[in-house]
């Protein structure tokens, strides 16, 4: 074997494993992030996969129209925004169910996203750039597995936020209580609608900003295909992280992980029965399910208001 | 009366608030509105042939479609029927192909029998982690979902591959003889009459015999359930076992009925589709046929703007996501103002009950707080 | 359950059915009105892969005169396709239907064939049988292995550490075949070189692909290639991690100017025109269309500015011989990589071979199973 780029064998199925936490977790991260933040206020929204589509495509177009991928960022994050405002303003309506807009948001977002992306999909537009935190490394493969997309050290940086804010200040406590208990919020005289809206719009941003970094950073361009239902995968994850932003973090790693082990099982060359491999994401996440729950213990933490989890 | 009237009224007033906004959209996009209005019309319901063409692609939907409602009467999100239908698709055609009968009739209700009970058992898993693990069903659903689709595909690729099925892995093909035929009548294959039958059954059941009612006493409210003497967790899983079959049943009709083989083309997305008619017609099995037909007529509708108007496919999901959009909302209109205004004019009596009563019971606790 | 009540009715099968509903094509002809053309895909007809190359050729027949095209993209291989190309027959008057994915055929356009005699489909991918599958029907595909052969032997020649990536989306024949020409390819340069190939599970899935193609690179292959719908992701991938390229479907040079060797490209426009044309002259038109290099039907990629002209000169002598119809890739002794022969010394498997359309292995020096 020649010595130009030393293959790693085995070795390489933990190191995709860690690379692929690290890259495929950001839509992840940030949508259930979102999530965790409209969740808790009460409200659910399903539709962020047709938000993650609709950014991803805006980002895309953004990007390509200004030359600059970050006006695509800026663009993702105004389109999930309007989305998010949309949900909102709708289940303030008497009768109207969240998780039902949330579908019917899901697939005008999608279709919206097909429509307007169609001439978008063979150019090539500027992306985002990356953080190279494998310097200090001779390895390549390592080196380019630490080429780290800022969005993701963002996203880590915002669910300590996120942890801290819920806990510490009065704009998380106005959003815990709306979410906890719409009766104990009117006692104290908060204003129950417009802190879900704002809520829902906040995850309509992350939702976003999830699909530009599908669209921007990796893979990197805007295709029909590009979300394999990572927006709908993201919202299940707030539930399995028990609407704990720290814990959406470590369920995101734990997923993009998985995902690539997949890949990385056959670059080493185990390919039979390939696509059990490529359903360890999900077979995982549900054997935690089942060792972590209780009848008793598994909705600690749900928001009162939630339509969801109603016990 | 009256409020019979309303329910079909308002969500027709909201269907054709969404096609102005729609020709709104096309407009803006470049098409003529009235032209593709007119197409609309002609491909989803225009002649004998759109029928069938709407009818065909509808027949799908209502089992899928059922697969959520039933388990939804019981404060169930179950949005994992595509698993159950995969797998019910190949359930049915490992008795269909290796099966000991080979008299049609037998055969074809083993197959379909087979099919929902494998459903049953996908869905009812979810409703028995429900219950004994205390996992929330919506989360679990969605990753048995990706996992019954991965089975299909590692079967038909894998252990129960006919070589002879080249670039389209599948099961050996069911003998012809087999095959489900039409439902009388229609050019439809025999999966319309089912869908029918499965959902007069379910609704009848759910609207007129205790079942029914037990169902909903265990989704408004499972402590009062359990203090009624009722054993909570039973209904949990019969209901999500009850939806399940009715998504394997769906695959197992797409097998006999279209397919004749288990392969990757049962990942259709019909379960999906599932979801969102049975959120549209409030979990009410009766009106998820209606619905469907709305929606595989949508569907038929769309080849013929593509094929005359060269618009793509995306065009109908944007009216398929108004539209959707719109009856959610409407259901805000209903009830008080229109009953006063109908009062002032005709002195109609207001009724005394609520008009959104309980098929979406799951539904009604945010917004109640949320209109006081 | 309810299935009792109405099986019993198990009805006749449709093609009892088929007589009676006319097709308009000759008629329509003699009216001096166009010939109206379906063309049915599979995925978006702007997708940079599979279903542009297919849109591509028919924006070419559009402009034929006496031809009208009519197009439905994303076309589920289920009752939906059925439907389709019944409502394009019924409602559009279609006497000539190119139904592009090969998930259509068996049993949706066999199924509607039978209904409409008079109406000619044309399946892409297919194995049209004498005497088991309808006249009316037919197959046309094009031997891309050949371009793919070429693509190899270009891989081989840059590669330093002589190992090539390949993805690809499900171990189907097609792609099995694309595979082992591609690695024979490149070992006719280098006999060390191996093929690594990771199956992705489904045809577009840009996540999974873009991991796969990380993984490969990691894995120390500097060369990646692709069967996949889109391979833009693929070329993208390689273009940033610093790996050469060849690409699939159609060229994805302007994606990776430094990286791009050259590409397995499809040209439809030629089987298109030959059946399009056999149907306008009311003739019988072929059930089973093949066609290379030589042909037409495929075509290579300019090559990239990393070739070397040497590497240029090789391939295109071979590709001077394909041309002409004197190459054979598939030629004995081949063996697949668990050591067993799979064609014997002295077997020559021309392209022609209905035998290398059910191609279930790979080839020695290709790592993966199937």
Redesign the interface.
Known sequence: MSAAAESLGWLGVPLAVFAGAIRVSTPFMLVSLGECITEKSGRINLGLEGILVMGAMAAYAASLKTGSPWFGLWAAAGVGAAFGLLHGLLCSLKRVNDIAIGIALMLFGTGLAFFLGKSYIQPKAPNLPSIPLGFWTDNPQLANALNVNPLFPAGVLLAFFLHWAFRNTSWGLKVRIVGDSADAALALGYKIIPVRIVATMCGGVLAGLGGAFLSLYYPGSWNEALSSGQGIIAVALVIFARWQPLRCVGAALLFGGAGALGPALQAAGVSSGYHLFNAAPYVLTLLILIASCSPTRSLQGAPGELSLTRS | MNSTLERILVPLGAVAVSLLLFALFVAL?GYPPLDVFALLY??GFGSS??WN?SL??A??LILTGLAVAIPARA?L?I?GGEGAMVLGGLAAAIVGVWGPVHI??VA??IM??SG?LVGAIWIGLCGW?R??????E???S???A??GI??L??FV??PLKD?NS????STPPIP?AN????T?GFDV??GL??GV??AL?AWAVLRFTTLGFALKVVGGN?RAAQLAGLRVGRWIIGACAAGG?AAG?SGAV?VAA???AA???LI??YGNAG??IA??ARHNPLAIIPVAVLIGGI??AG??L???L?M???????????A??AI??S??V??SPWRRIAQRLWGIEPATTPV?PAP?T??????????? | MAGQKFDRRNFLKIAAASGALAAVSQSALAQGKPLVVGFIYVGARDDFGYNQAHAQAAAVIKKMPGIKVIEEEKVAETVAVQKTMEAMIEQDGASLIFATSFGYFDPHVLKVAAKYPKVFFAHCGGMWTEGKHPKNVGSFFGYIDECQYLSGMIAASVSKTKKGGFIAAKPIPQVLRNINAFTMGAQSVDPAFTTHVIFTGDWSLPVKEAEASNSLVDQGADVLTCHVDGPKVVVETAEKRGVFTTGYHASQAKLAPKGYLTGAEWDWVAPYKTLVEAVKSGKQPPNFLRGGLKEGFVKMSPYGPAVPAKAKTAADTVKAKMVKGEFVIFKGPIKDNKGATVVAAGVSQGQQDPVLEGMNYLVAGVVGSI
């Open positions: 996009a002609k491909g042939f759109s063409n065909q692609r027949a799908p404060g999100v949005i049609p009739l074809q209700i379909l029998l929902a982690m219950h004994a693990r205390g996992i929330n919506t989360i679990s969605l990753l048995m990706y996992i991965a089975l595909n590692h690729e894998g070589p080249l670039n389209k892995p012809d095959m489900l035929g039409l009388p294959h025999m009459l089912i039958v499965v059954i499972p079959a049943l797409e279209v397919h004749g392969n990757a083309s259709s997305g979801i969102l959120f549209m569907g038929a080849g013929m593509q094929r005359r060269d793509p496919d995306a065009t109908v999901i944007v009216l398929q996501g108004m959707f959009i959610l909302a259901e805000a209903m009830g959104a979406v799951v539904l009604a606790k945010s917004s109640t707080l949320e209109a006081a």
